[in-house]
């Protein structure tokens, strides 16, 4: 047995101050560590090798008090309920009760655009994420569509993901099949510009799967200056996982 106690594999979990701590191994890691997970909400403790998983578990509880205040900083969880409203897209959207099948309405007289949908609780919620995965299809291949024209790169079939580590992934076609991008569809409550340069970034990478100067000069040319894009996105992007929760 390890002399920091239990022994644990890859992937085991426990619990840290009321936070949920993952255990993982990276065989490139130099020492053991603690990373924040801010879309999860959890901590991960990172060990060399799976002989030094418990003293990555023993340096989390070690830890407790620096993990809890981590934990406080995060947005506070935003449950999908009716009566709030969200910015879709940089625009407010807002959620109603109803019955039958969920529906989107467009703004009109006034009134910002509706989701309204029937259920409670997570009934609610999903059917709210699936009217905002619709739209985010909609939006984010409308933008995909166009700026593969603008780059000439050939058309690329666009999937919507919830995915918690990135915003959007692409995938080069292969063998005549076309290439694939997969965006988040919690771009859906970032502003339209945000979300628009995600859709440069990932058309970028069907000229350059890297992030070398010349990548960044596609996007550049797809957007104009994106920096401000990015830190948004590293500064708000918890709160958009926030959602749901």
Not at 208 to 237: D, I, M, Q, T
């Amino acid at each position: 047995m390890s002399p920091f106690g239990k022994a644990f594999t890859d992937g085991d979990r426990l619990e840290v101050a009321g936070t949920p701590v993952t255990l993982k191994v990276n065989r490139r890691a130099r020492r053991v560590s603690l990373r924040l997970d801010r879309t999860r909400r959890e901590i991960v403790a990172t060990a060399p090798s799976p002989r030094r998983l418990s003293e990555a578990a023993a340096f989390a509880r070690e830890r407790a008090h620096w993990i809890a205040e981590r934990i406080a900083e995060l947005p506070e969880a935003q449950p999908l309920a009716p009566g709030l409203t969200l910015e879709v897209f940089g625009e407010p959207v807002r959620l109603e009760q109803g019955s039958g099948r969920a529906k989107w309405l467009p703004a009109a007289d006034g009134e910002p655009a509706r989701i309204i949908a029937m259920g409670e609780g997570e009934g609610y919620a999903r059917a709210v994420i699936l009217m905002l995965k619709r739209r985010a299809a909609a939006v984010l291949g409308e933008r995909t569509e166009a700026y593969s024209a603008m780059l000439d790169a050939g058309p690329a079939k666009v999937t919507i993901m919830d995915a918690t580590g990135r915003w959007g992934s692409c995938r080069p076609g292969v063998k005549g099949a076309p290439a694939s991008i997969r965006y988040s569809w919690r771009l859906a409550l970032a502003p339209f510009e945000v979300a628009d340069y995600v859709a440069a970034h990932e058309c970028a990478h069907l000229k350059e799967l890297n992030h070398s100067p010349r990548f960044w000069a596609h996007v550049k040319a797809l957007v104009g200056e994106h920096r401000a894009h990015r830190a948004w996105l590293r500064a708000e992007g918890a709160s958009l996982h926030a959602f749901g929760r």
